[in-house]
C-alpha cells in the first residue's frame, strides 16, 4: 500500500468540526467525512440510510446546530455522532456506515486493515473540504 496523506490533523478537529474526504472501493469512489464530537474522533460515510444521498447536501454541515446529531440535510433524520445510530428519521434504527480511522504523530489516517473484510478499500485516500 502506498504511503497515504493525512485526512486530518488532530490539532484541527475542535468540537463539532469535520472534514470530507474520498476513497477508492475497487472502483467505487466513497466519500466520508471526520468528525469531532465529545473530544472523540469518529469518521462514517457520507450516504444517509433512508436514500443513497449524501447527509450533508454537499454543503460539509453534518451537525445539527446544538452539535449533538448528525443530520441529514434531505429528511431530517438524526444521528448518534459516536455510534452511527440513526436515533429519529425515517431510517431509526439503522446505522451509517462506519470507517476506521488510525492516529498517528497528531495526524488522522483511514486505517485499512480494519476495514471490513467484503468492503475493503484500495486507493489513497484524499481530502476534500
Ligand atoms: S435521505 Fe436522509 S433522511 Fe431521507
Redo the contacts with the bound molecule.
Sequence with gaps: MPKQSPLATVEEMTEGRSVKFNFKRGRKKIEGFVACYQGQVVAFENE?R??P?SLDYGLGRFFTRDGRYFI?Q????LYDPRSGLCVE???AGQKLKPIPLKIKDGLIFLDYNRMPSSTKSTGIPSRTG
Design positions: 444517509c433512508h436514500l444521498v441529514c434531505t429528511h431530517s433524520a428519521g425515517p431510517c
